[in-house]
């Protein structure tokens, strides 16, 4: 008499094998989809920056027309492409962006010393040579700055930055978490620079990141 065959546990290992292969897929599907309630800009979160985000383009597009903005933490910056900050809802090239500077995880700001963030604003055009253009210059440009984990609601607030003309630094600040904050102190960070500023009689501002490491004073 022949043995019967038993097809259960072939089965068994089957929906086990689907059921991974379905959960790694969605995780990749998760990762590869903003968090809707994620801050995503300023004070705004994603479903907010969806619902403006022509204007924001706009406006940012237009003042990087006139300002070329270099960004650095701890030394002053060089008129480099990689201290440029950039608009921070790139949904497309945040990733890869994000991705090439964590390769360079050498320590920026320091989470046992004090920090400071230096900013230019270099002009493309002047006043002289725009002519009839020179109402649409912006002027009174101010800028605070403040941080934040990756993944996380609350910011940290360093103020307003201190100009001499085209030269700006922050005040000493420390790196610094809530008290029921989960995430630590080292590892990335991103600077944003809120940015108000007057052109043609409005008042408007833009909002422009980089991302930096945080670690112990080498």
Request: charged letters at 30%; hydrophobic letters at 35%.
């Amino acid at each position: 008499m022949k043995k019967k065959f038993n097809l259960w546990p072939f089965g068994i290992l089957a929906i086990i094998v689907i059921g991974v292969v379905l959960l790694i897929r969605l995780v990749v599907l998760s990762s590869g989809h903003p968090d809707l309630e994620e801050i995503a800009y300023g004070g705004k979160n994603y479903q907010q920056v969806e619902k403006d985000i022509n204007p924001i383009i706009k406006d940012t597009r237009e003042f990087q027309a006139q300002y070329s903005i270099y960004m650095s933490v701890n030394k002053k910056p060089l008129p480099e492409p990689q201290n440029q900050p950039l608009m921070n809802y790139e949904i497309k090239g945040n990733g890869s962006r994000l991705s090439d500077e964590k390769k360079n995880e050498k320590p920026e700001l320091f989470i046992d010393a004090p920090n400071k963030i230096y900013v230019d604003f270099i002009p493309k055009i002047s006043s002289k040579s725009s002519g009839k253009d020179s109402s649409h210059l912006i002027s009174n440009i101010k800028t605070i700055v403040f941080l934040q984990r990756y993944y996380a609601k609350e910011r940290m607030d360093i103020g307003m930055l201190n100009c001499d003309r085209n030269n700006c630094v922050s005040k000493d600040f420390n790196l610094k978490l809530s008290k029921d904050s989960k995430q630590i102190l080292e590892g990335r960070w991103r600077v944003s620079l809120e940015i108000s500023y007057e052109q043609d009689g409005v008042s408007k501002n833009i909002i422009l990141e980089k991302e930096f490491f945080g670690a112990k004073h080498p």
